[in-house]
Every structure is written in C-alpha cells, then in structure tokens.
C-alpha cells in the first residue's frame, strides 16, 4: 500500500498540533472540577439509598400516637420535659430539682422521638429522590409529611406551648422551642419537593399556612421571645429555625430580621475572641455544646447568606467572626484528646460526629482541610442522643444542584 507523502513543512504543522492536541487533553480532564453538591452526592448516594430503602416502608410517626398524663395541654400539643430535671428525694411528690448536665431518663420523651423519626425519615427519602429521581421515594416522603402537618386527625398543633416542662413548676417553657430544631429538616425538604413540582400547589400552600403559623407563634409568643432572647445555644435555634420557616413561607422580613441578630446578637454575645463560645465552655458538657453551637452558628450562616450579605465573611470590628470559630475548634474535632477541659459529664464518647458546619466551611472559606475532616466520619451519630443533637442529617438538601 502506498503512503501519501506531504510536504515537510506540512507534516510538522500536523505534529505540532497532535502534539499540542495530546498535551492539552489530558491537562483539560485533570481540570474537570465536580461541584460541591456533586462530590457529596457522589459521597452519600450508596449510604442514601440504603437507608432510604429501609426506611420506605415505615409507617408515619405522629404526635398522636402517645399521650403524657403530666401534659397540660390536648392530644396533638408536642410535649417534653426539661432534661435535667429530676424528682427531689427529700420530696417525691413535690416540685422537681434541676441538676445540670444529666439527662433523666424517666422524661416522656415519645413525642420527641416521633418528630425526629419523622425529620430522618422525610430528609431520607427526599435525599433518596434528589440523588435518583425516582418519586417513590418523594411519595414515601410526602406521606410522612402529611401526616405530621396536614392530617387533622394526626397533625401537630403549630406551637411549642408544652415543651420541657418541669413536673410542679411549669407547663411549659420558651427553652423547649429548641425541640422544633427538628422540624427544620422537614421544612428544606418540603421546598426542595415543591421546587421539582411535586407539591400540588393547594396542598404545598397548607404546608405553609401550618410554618407560618407556628412561625408567628414563636415570635409573639412570650415563650418564643423568650427563646429568642436566650444568649446561648437556645437563641442560635431560634434564628436558625425563624430563618428555615421563613424561607419556606416566603417571609423577607423575618430573613431580614435573622440575618441582623447574626449580626448584633449572637455573634457579640456567644462568640469570644479566640472564636470560642464562652458560654458553652461554662456548661458541664462543655465540648458537646461547643460543637453544637457551631453547627447551629454554621447552618444559621448558610442558611441566610446571599450574595450581597455573606455571613461567613461578615467580622465584628472586635474580631469574632465565623472563620475564627471554626479555626478555634477544628483541631478539637480531628483530636478530641486535645481539649483542654475536663471531659463533658455524660455523652463525651457521642462526640465528634460528621458535623456539617464543617461542610458548610468547606463551602463557605474554602479550606479543603474542613471537607477532608467532614469525609472521615460517618454520616450520623449512633446514639439517640447523639441524633437529638444532629438536625441536619442530609447535606445533598442544603446545597444548590450544579
């Protein structure tokens, strides 16, 4: 067989641009670069699906499924007890007695444990779609949903009015709001559902009505006021949830209002100058609230952030800022053994988890060494306990797509 044969000038004009084609190409797929949302759905997906797949066919929690005789208030009220509260063994039928830090395990605590197997439940399957499209497992989530917020015989009323009551004290308390922490999940997957045209919109608008409601109610209620006003963890989950349900209900000013107690009240009045939460480290469990307290801090700043407003990089004239409270607390994340005080009074071996403040960093600053960290641990903690303390369990929900 013959070969054509080209002019010299012309076969290296060709060599070159092989040579450049073959250079390039490779350098162009090193370069390809996944987005945030991609890596963690790629991450998640195996563990989403499994739990999903578990999960699909569990019947719906509802606050009616259990009732506390201590309740003052009717069937479908949400109703806890304050965890630290204990009898006191001078007078067993008298007012309880408060030792701080331990957990009493005689609480009613039904109605927690149904609202957070409902949050995992509705984050998991929503997850499960989002990574898959398959709307199986948007229905399953739906199911649950209706249950807890639509179903006039199951639904939860929309207030916290018997929360962390104390046995011949009080009926309820503004600190059991921060049991409605868990309804924040559930609340991002609904959006997440109506955004893909899931929600019949007569039906995602009752949704709404029920979040406004309860939004109202815990910023007039002297119990959500008095929430709010709380200068330690307890204000930061009221701005995180004012700030979830506003979202869902399209109320700016609400947003606008979150985004400005970031600014002149949690942020001076939590956070120390070496990025610590003073408040926190007062406690008896002063790790596991130092931790807490930050994804809280860190979700309230994702959650708010906008282009023109970013609350990571927002830094008080004293210093304190979100940046700082990560860099004071990661190296107590990748090496609990470095904490400089003593270990918590229960719970220490809980902590640290899978914390999404660290993904939420990662995203936010930019520093590789918080999604490194994020990666090794597993994706939920194995203890009830550990799962009260851990609100966002689906971060594919809280990340934009692209």
Partial sequence: MNHLKLPVSLSIALLLVTCVYKSIEPV?????????????????????????????????????????????????????????????????????????????????????????????????????????????????????????????????????????????????????????????????ALIKLNQAGLIPQAEYMQYQAWFAEFLTWMTTHEYGIDERDRKNNHGTCWVLQAAAFARLTVNNEVLEYCRDRYKTVLLPNQMSNDGSFHLELSRTKPYGYSLFNMDMMASVCHTLSTTDDNLWTFELESGQSMGKAMQYIYPYIKDKSKW?????????????????????????????VYMDLWKTFAPLPKTQEGLRNFPLRQPVLWLEEG
């Fill in 28 to 188: 162009s797929d090193e370069k390809v670069e996944h987005s945030l949302y991609e890596t963690v759905m790629a991450h998640d997906r195996a563990w989403i699906l499994e739990s999903a797949d578990n999960l699909i066919h569990n019947t719906p929690r509802v606050i009616t499924e259990g009732y506390c005789d201590r309740s003052e208030g009717g069937p479908h009220d949400f109703y806890s007890e304050g965890d630290y509260w204990w009898p006191n063994p001078e007078d067993l039928d008298g007012p309880y007695i408060r030792k701080d830090g331990m957990t009493n395990p005689d609480n009613f605590v039904l109605h927690r444990q149904a609202m957070r197997e409902m949050s995992i439940n509705v984050a998991t399957l929503t997850a499960a779609y989002v990574v898959t499209r398959e709307e199986s497992y948007a229905d399953y989530a739906l199911v649950h949903l209706e249950s807890w917020f639509l179903n006039p015989d199951t639904r939860m009323a929309p207030n916290m009015a018997y929360a962390q009551a104390i046995k011949g004290r009080v009926p309820g308390r503004g600190v059991g709001l921060i049991d409605g922490i868990h309804l924040v999940e559930p609340a991002q």
């Fill in 340 to 368: 400089p005080l003593e270990p918590d009074v229960m719970y220490w071996d809980e902590w640290p988890a899978r914390h999404p403040a660290l993904l939420f960093a990662h995203q936010a600053l930019g520093e590789d």
